[in-house]
């Protein structure tokens, strides 16, 4: 029986990572067309992600005092992350997976403690002058306005240099978004002014167009604002594993080994599993990691689902994962039929089989 040395990951540090460390993952990152970004709440989120032969433009303004700053910038919109020096010591990388679909997602969060995060948290729209420091010279004397979320650790704006659109942002300002008396919630998708996401990490700017109601996001670059989610007041999903008293600010999605970065199904990539195998390694929530390696364990050892009642969702989540990935890499396992009865059937939360995606 073959063993799995890019699934079984070590025992996690519970400490973290060195600065150098987490730079470099950053570094790779906005350098790598394959990778896509998000910074946001629950309900309320921007995407940043490009081609790769998508004309690009690229920036590493690293300096060791005051910290990293990295942009990459296409026509479709652009990020900024910037590692301050004094943010340093309080940031928690978090590596996890988590089960989709008949697949599974994966991504690595920048935490910070919940009272270190912490943007305006406007609740009204509220104009906030010219925008100073967007990432295009260009860009830097159109007017930016908070749409007033009240987000814990994101500022959601909008920005625009057209003077009609800013004369009917102007008009919904004092207002919350959705008061039925203000009408910007309704003319988002007409004005489509640039969306620009701020958090303590950096920002995501977006130039596509907003979708009608009903209508599909774009390709690259786009935004979400969903007032059925945001009255949660949540700060991420409840599926997110993130440890109790932190809050994720930017997330970065390393390239999936099953999907390229429209989610459409790829031959399985050993190489890019093992990479993110390594990122869960030295970011992954230690308990998780540990059980994931139970559960590879005992398949390789021919042994029977574990008990399942002591488990809450994250750690389940965590099982029907290392299932899934175990019938990419080894689905010849004599209990992995077993085990996917127990954890994995079609009418369990999160759905899906263990039958490999094409």
């Known amino acids: 029986m073959s063993d799995f040395p890019t699934i079984l990951p070590a025992a996690a540090d519970p400490a973290g990572a060195d600065t150098a460390a987490l730079a470099a993952l950053l570094r790779h990152g906005v350098a790598d067309p394959a990778t896509a970004w998000s910074l946001g709440s629950f309900g309320a989120v921007a995407e940043f992600m490009r081609d790769a032969d998508e004309p690009v433009r690229l920036l590493d ?22 590692l301050d020096a004094a943010l340093r010591p309080a940031v928690r990388p978090v590596a996890y997976e988590s089960a989709a679909g008949t697949g599974w997602s994966q991504a690595v969060a920048l935490c910070l403690p919940a009272d270190a995060c912490a943007m305006s948290g406007r609740r009204v729209v509220t104009e906030l002058g010219p ?75 977006v130039s596509q167009p907003i979708p009608p109601p009903g209508g599909a996001s774009p390709d690259g670059p786009h935004t979400h604002v969903l007032p059925r989610l945001l009255a949660s007041g949540r700060t991420h999903a409840a599926t997110t594993p993130i440890p109790e008293g932190w809050v994720p600010v930017l997330h970065l999605f390393p390239p999936h080994p099953a999907k390229d970065g429209h989610g459409r199904p790829i031959p399985f990539d050993e190489a890019r599993h093992a990479a993110f195998q390594r990122h869960l390694e030295r970011y992954g929530v230690p308990a998780l990691v540990a059980l994931k390696r139970r559960v590879l364990e005992a398949l390789h050892r021919n042994e029977p689902p574990i ?11 965590a099982v029907r994962v290392a299932l899934r990935q175990a019938a990419r890499l080894a689905p010849d396992l004599p209990r992995l039929a077993d085990w996917a009865g127990r954890f994995d059937r079609p009418d369990a939360t999160g759905g899906g089989t263990l039958r490999p995606e094409p």
């Open 61 to 82: 303004d690293g300096m060791a005092l005051k910290g990293t700053v990295l942009e990459a910038r296409t026509a479709r919109g652009g990020l900024r992350v910037r």
């Open 131 to 205: 925008d100073r420091d967007a990432l295009a010279p260009e860009d830097r004397d159109a007017i930016l306005f908070d749409i007033g979320l009240g987000l814990a650790q994101t500022d959601a704006c909008v920005r625009s240099a057209d003077s009609r659109v800013i004369e009917r942002l102007r008009a919904g300002t004092g207002l919350a978004l959705f008061d039925p008396d203000n009408p910007l919630g309704r003319a988002m998708p007409e004005l489509s002014p640039a969306r620009v996401f701020l958090g303590r990490f950096g920002r995501i700017e």
């Open 307 to 317: 008990d399942d009642a002591a488990l809450d969702r994250t750690e389940r989540l």
